[in-house]
């Protein structure tokens, strides 16, 4: 019950903007990760 509501307020709809829009997506991004990293290994240092 303490502190300021509308930034508290904010706080709470950006945790839901999180947890909708970007951890829903989470698993997809790991797959491409994950599953696409040979293309990155495959440069040497140098050449990013």
């Known amino acids: 019950g303490q ?3 509308d930034f508290l307020q904010a706080k709470i709809a ?3 903007f999180f ?3 970007i951890l829903s997506a989470a698993q ?3 797959s ?3 599953d696409g990293s040979a293309g990155v290994l495959a440069l040497r240092e140098d050449q990013f």
Do not use: E, L, N, W
């Open 32 to 34: 491409a990760i994950v």
């Open 14 to 16: 950006t945790a839901r």
């Open 3 to 5: 502190g300021d509501a």
């Open 19 to 21: 947890a909708d829009h």
């Open 28 to 30: 997809g991004m790991r």
